[in-house]
């Protein structure tokens, strides 16, 4: 992993009761904080142009390997990994850190987690940004009113059956864990990414994020974010699409920029880091100064 990181970065640990979770810092200690959470199949490392730039800023920018994806934060159950449990986890992590108030940033499930933090800690949350993940409640709405929206999240039923994911992704060399970053991810991320959920009982901790999903069943989404946001959303995501992105505004009850990335993918963090570093600073500066 080392190669794949700026000089600057350093990494930390953070906790949790008796998790353990690894993580990557960059910038002054006393710089205002900025959590990025990653998604699927994702790492802390997806974060490390941004965690860059913003520590260059004058952010203090930490990037932490989330609840199954640090070996040292693997529990066994899949209710462990319900949302109310990711939640908790950012708030801790923030506690951690020393921030009262943070910024908060995600991707994939990371932006999942980051709508429903913001929501449930607005007290906390000084400004959101998320890439490709719509708000739940607009993510809702498309899952019962679209074909495409249900089509293009097809991919949960698998990932749901314990076993069948395991094999369907580690096969063949991890073909089908390389296949879902859609050649649109650097290689040596990519190859960091595979070798580390290869790991025993690596790829079972994460997919049980999905596998936590059938316990929530009827639970209520996050409410309106009451934060400033930033969403950007790539009109080639294969996971989310128009619908639910363009419809994402009516749920931020804030200060709200939407930004749609044409031609680029879902792994907007890493494939688009030009694209959305320089509109994440601005958002960041304009919530500082707010």
């Known amino acids: 992993m080392a190669n794949t990181l700026a000089p600057e970065t350093q990494a930390l640990t953070l906790r949790r009761g008796d998790l353990e979770f690894d993580a990557l810092a960059a910038g002054p200690a006393d710089g205002p904080l900025v959590l990025f959470l990653h998604g699927f199949p994702e790492f802390a490392t997806c974060w490390r142009r941004h965690l860059v730039a913003a ?54 499930w990371g932006g999942a987690v980051a ?27 498309a899952l019962s009113s679209s074909p495409e929206q249900r089509e293009a999240m097809s991919y ?3 990932f749901q059956t314990p076993g069948a994911a395991e094999e369907a992704l580690l096969d063949n060399g991890a073909a089908g864990l390389v296949g879902a970053f859609q050649g649109r991810v650097p290689e040596d991320l990519v190859e960091d990414n595979v070798r580390r959920l290869s790991q025993a009982g690596a790829l079972t901790a994460a997919l049980n994020w999905y596998r936590a999903l059938r316990l929530e069943s009827g639970s209520p989404g996050a409410p309106a974010v009451g934060a400033p946001t930033l969403y950007v959303w790539g ?15 009516d749920w931020v009850a804030a200060p709200y920029r939407y ?14 880091p030009e694209e959305t570093i320089p509109p994440l600073l601005d958002h960041l500066a304009a919530a500082e100064e707010g």
């Open 115 to 141: 709508w429903e933090a913001a929501a449930r800690h607005a007290d906390r949350v000084a400004s959101l940004a998320v890439l490709s993940t719509p708000h739940p409640a607009a993510l809702s709405a």
């Open 55 to 108: 520590a260059r800023a004058g952010y203090r920018a930490v990037a932490v390997d989330q609840r199954g994806y640090s070996p040292g934060a693997r529990p066994l159950d899949e209710a462990d990994y319900t949302m109310p449990e990711l939640v908790a986890d950012v708030a801790t992590f923030a506690d951690g850190l020393g921030a009262e108030r943070f910024h908060l940033v995600g991707h994939d």
């Open 235 to 249: 009109s080639e995501d294969m996971s989310f699409t128009a619908g639910p992105a363009r419809a994402t505004g």
């Open 156 to 158: 949960f039923r698998l």
């Open 259 to 272: 930004i749609e990335l044409e031609g680029f993918s879902h792994w907007l963090p890493e494939e688009a």
